[in-house]
């Protein structure tokens, strides 16, 4: 029994050797989804020629900087105002650099404390760059990035700086270290308005889901 879905295309004569003429349906048997493929590939709009497809490039990019830390240590310095401090941890420290279009907006040093700890020593957002999530961003990248290996990342930071690090998960109080900014620096360390004299240790869980 003839398929009932199939279909009529033409009706071809053929000539027979007797002579007799005979008439023969010819059957499409595609399937429905097979037409309607052909269908529209038939339709589809054809590219002009010497049209090329060009990637568009990711506004924000991060990477690992490898080479020449160094150059990074003004912006730095925004955040830790020793440059003795910065080379201490930076020579064998992780340096990652957020660029925006190119032009870089954020850096953060990570260093390694054992097998299971990394520490994050310092992070900054260019000034014009600030207020618009790059450093959380990067504390996500940062997060993912060593989660493979690790299973806590730890940050010091001053009192009026703890509610933002709590945000990025860093919710888990390790300790204080007390007058850390008196002990370790020449001048006076000020956040916004507020001396810092005490450091605060907070830690990541990094395989913890967020």
Not at 8 to 24: A, G, P, Q, S
Not at 96 to 103: D, H, M, Q, R
Not at 190 to 203: L, M, Q, V
Request: with cysteine; aromatic share 12%; net charge positive.
């Amino acid at each position: 029994m003839a398929n009932k879905s199939l279909k009529t295309l033409d009706i071809i004569t053929v000539l027979m050797k007797n002579d007799r003429v005979r008439e023969f349906e010819w059957l499409d048997t595609r399937s429905w989804e097979e037409q309607s493929f052909l269908d529209n590939t038939n339709n589809k709009p054809k590219l002009p020629e010497g049209f090329e497809f060009i990637p568009v490039k990711k506004s924000i990019n991060i990477k690992k900087e490898r080479n020449n830390k160094e150059q990074f240590i003004n912006l730095l310095l925004e955040a830790d105002p020793s440059i003795d401090m910065i080379n201490r941890y930076l020579k064998n420290a992780d340096l990652f650099v957020l660029t925006y279009n190119e032009s870089i907006a954020c850096v953060a040093v990570v260093s390694k404390i054992d097998e299971n700890t990394v520490e994050l020593k310092n992070i900054v957002t260019k000034k014009e760059y600030r207020g618009k999530g790059y450093g959380k961003k990067m504390l996500k990248y940062l997060a993912d990035n060593y989660k493979v290996r690790y299973k806590k990342m730890i940050v010091g930071t001053s009192e009026n700086n703890i509610p933002f690090y709590v945000k990025q998960g860093f919710d888990k109080y390790e300790k204080t270290v007390k007058n850390f900014g008196e002990d370790n620096y020449d001048e006076k360390i000020h956040n916004e308005n507020a001396i810092c004299i005490d450091k605060y240790y907070y830690s990541k869980n990094l395989n913890k889901k967020q």
